[in-house]
């Protein structure tokens, strides 16, 4: 080899080791970014490895709190299902669970020891099989019912979508209330409740209340007894009294002799007060139904009360709103009660000043109700607030000084606010001491049709009234009045108006305050009226044609009166009057009140009697006590009603000292006409006496019985 071919091959060789070494540097650098990425990544995972221990350890720690509850919750669900199950041991009642197939999956040994003797029931009997050993074993009283028929109702039971509560009797005297309901997985869980005690208890108290019931029955029908026990002598005392009080007796025998009477009276309200308060107690007290007319109810009440206005200054005044109806269902003896024990208080209460009957207005409850508001306001004592409900309570009376001279028993409002509540109502009290007091009553009535006022009953000719009285309310009640009959009231308030009005036109009737009789007649000499007139009372008390307060009837009669002047005709026989009465006492106080009467009076002893002395002459008026040995008035008077058939009828007066709700219905029902509770008194024998006698007259015919019933 040549030179130039070694230095050749000597600059391939350094330019080869020069390229080598370039790769090699190349590579070196390629390997130190390889390295440089290795070691990042490598730096990256480690990273990672850090991250993912940290996380396994966290899991690792909830992975052992989560095990450590589950051991817990374990524990406590042993705990409570050992709870439960001790729970259950120790409630007296059975329990049990049945699966979908009715298998007895577990139960408290009180269930299970019901068939313990029985050769016992265990878990995985069916129900069935349960069944099989009661009927089997005869461990329950099926009180004649068949087996059959006992053990497929009480398969059929669990059938229905709501198992409904069984009680079943076992032979042994325990008595086992079974309440079954369904669990959502099928199965049944069963109560099996020991109800021997209740059911002991509940037979105790029905015995207890049997017991009560009797007795209450027997107090009732002892109150009855007693009150007829106690009234029939009272008549006596009353009666006699009220004939010695009309005798010319001086100062001192007529003080003794009113004492008597008006002690009797007391004592007898008295007895009606207990008698009526055991009846609202005993819840026994049924309300009547009658149509009445309760503007004038409040009339008759004001009538009854006068009497006892007669020593004071105080008016007792009705205000009837005009807009009010006045017909009304209900009972109208008790809300007579209820208005005669509120105006009664009222006027004991009161000295002076005025008493006010009101009634405000009525409100419809339900299809054909109303609610009657009315208040009674009196200028009396008052009474203090915290007294307020108190007065309301039996036997409560206020106690202190101004109180204390007032006489009663402290009932009266006690059974007015329970009849108010029988009545669906309620009562209250406004008051100021010293000044007065309010009481106001809403009691539920119902609606009835107008009254059908008899106006055919007045002549035609009865179309115009001239009124000329002083008072302006009873003005106003008699224009009213008269506008029901049809006539037109002409009111005039002097004599110079009255005497014009009379020469203008004419009247039919004239209707004249007391005070102003005289120059009325007066005035009304030459004009054919003189026969016409009718006086209306300007105070209690007052002889009137009108008496103070008066009623509605009571004008109708005054007028009808006049209708019939010169119509009627004088019998010429006194009235045949027939009584039946078999205590002596009560047939001299009758004899004696009737004495001084233009009447012929027969007086018999029991119904046998009654009906024979009927039938040797038919009287004119029956007086009929209903309690009579034998034959009682109620059958005697069905007898007489017999023998009369339909073309006659003898009014029958029933005179009794029954006071029982029922008795007024029993009586009317077996053919009487009228009512009297005894004691008797001489002016209502004495209108039942006339109200015949103007019957008589009226028909013109001297022996002829009274036709059609007076109801
Ligand atoms: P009594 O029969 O004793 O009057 P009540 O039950 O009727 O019984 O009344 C109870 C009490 O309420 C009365 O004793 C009286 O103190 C009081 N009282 C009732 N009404 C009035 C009234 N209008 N004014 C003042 N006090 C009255």
């Known amino acids: ?400 000084g101004t109180n204390r001279r007032y006489e009663g028993t402290g009932l009266g409002l006690a059974i007015t606010k329970k009849l108010v509540e029988v009545m669906g109502g309620e009562i209250w009290v406004d008051s100021i001491p010293g000044h007065g007091s309010c009481f106001g009553v809403k009691v539920n009535l119902r609606h009835a049709a107008p009254a059908d006022i008899p106006r055919s009953c007045l002549p035609d000719r009865f179309k115009t009234a001239l009124l000329w009285i002083k008072n302006p309310l009873d003005r106003s009640l008699v224009e009213r009045q008269l506008g029901l009959f049809g006539l037109e009231a002409r009111i005039v308030e002097t004599a110079a108006e009255y005497d014009l009005a009379l020469r203008a036109e004419t009247p039919d009737v004239v209707l004249v305050g007391s005070s102003r009789l005289d120059p009325a007649r007066a005035m009304l000499e030459g004009t054919g009226l003189g026969n016409s007139v009718v006086s209306v009372a300007e105070a209690p008390g007052e002889i009137a044609d009108l008496p103070k307060p008066f009623t509605r009837t009571m004008l109708f009669d005054a007028l009808n009166a006049m209708c019939d002047g010169g119509q009627t005709q004088a019998i010429d026989r006194p009235i045949r009057v027939l009584a039946a009465e078999d205590n002596a006492t009560n047939q001299l106080v009758l004899t004696k009140m009737l004495q001084e009467l233009d009447i012929e009076l027969q007086i018999v002893e029991d119904g046998l009697q009654v009906v024979e002395a009927f039938r040797a002459q038919v009287p004119d008026l029956i007086f009929m006590d209903i309690s009579m040995p034998g034959m009682d008035g109620m059958e005697a008077t069905r007898a007489i009603r017999a023998i009369e058939g339909e073309t006659s009828h003898v009014q029958i007066v029933a005179m009794t000292a029954h006071a029982m709700h029922g008795d007024e219905d029993r009586i009317r029902q077996a053919g009487i006409d009228h009512y009297m509770t005894k004691p008797l008194k001489k002016r209502s024998l004495e209108d039942h006496i006339n109200k015949v006698r103007s019957r008589l007259e009226k028909d013109g015919s001297s022996d002829a019985t009274v036709q059609g019933n007076s109801h």
Not at 220 to 227: D, G, Q, V, Y
Not at 257 to 280: H, M, P, V, W, Y
């Open 1 to 400: 080899m040549d030179i130039a071919e070694l230095q050749e091959e000597l600059a391939r060789e350094r330019r080869g080791r020069l390229a080598a070494e370039r790769l090699l540097e190349l590579k070196k650098t390629e390997l130190g970014d390889a390295n440089r990425q290795l070691s990042k990544h490598a730096r990256q995972l480690s990273g990672t490895i850090v991250d993912q221990r940290k996380v396994v350890s966290i899991l690792q720690g909830e992975n052992d709190r989560v095990v450590e509850d589950l051991h817990r919750a374990k524990d406590q669900v042993v705990a409570v299902e050992r709870l439960l199950w001790d729970a259950l041991e120790n409630i007296p009642d059975g329990f049990a669970l049945f699966d979908a197939e009715r298998r007895l999956m577990a139960a408290n040994q009180p269930y299970l020891s019901v068939f313990r003797e029985a050769g016992g029931v265990s878990v995985g009997d069916t129900y069935q099989s349960i069944l099989d050993i009661c009927l089997d074993d005869g461990l329950i009283d099926l009180e004649g019912e068949n087996e059959d028929e006992w053990y497929d109702k009480m398969l059929d039971r669990w059938d229905g979508s709501f198992i409904n509560p069984i009680t079943l009797r076992f032979w042994n005297g325990m008595y086992v209330r079974m309440v079954d309901r369904r669990t959502a997985d099928g199965g049944i869980v069963s109560l099996a409740l020991n109800t021997t005690e209740a059911i002991a208890r509940e037979e105790e108290l029905r015995i207890a209340r049997d017991k009560a019931e009797a007795a209450d029955r027997a107090k009732s029908a002892f109150l009855a007894r007693m009150s007829h026990e106690l009234r029939t002598p009272m008549n006596g005392v009353v009666g006699m009294a009220d004939l010695l009080i009309e005798r010319e007796l001086d100062d001192e025998a007529m003080l003794y002799s009113e004492t008597i009477r008006n002690s009797g009276q007391a004592l007898l309200e008295i007895i009606n007060n207990i008698l009526d308060f055991s009846k609202l107690e005993a819840e026994k007290l049924e309300l009547r139904e009658d149509v009445f007319d309760l503007e004038q109810l409040a009339q008759e009440v004001c009538m009854i009360v006068t009497p006892s206005l007669r020593d004071k200054e105080v008016t007792l005044l009705i205000d009837y709103d005009q807009f009010l109806p006045t017909q009304f269902i209900g009972d109208p003896g008790r809300i007579r009660q209820i208005i005669l024990n509120l105006v009664g208080n009222a006027i004991k209460f009161t000295e002076c000043g005025n008493i006010m009957l009101r009634f405000v207005g009525v409100d419809p409850v339900g299809d054909d109700g109303w609610q009657v508001h009315m208040t009674i306001e009196d200028s009396g004592i008052g009474i203090m607030d915290q007294l307020k409900d108190h007065i309301f309570g039996e036997f409560n009376q206020i106690e202190d």
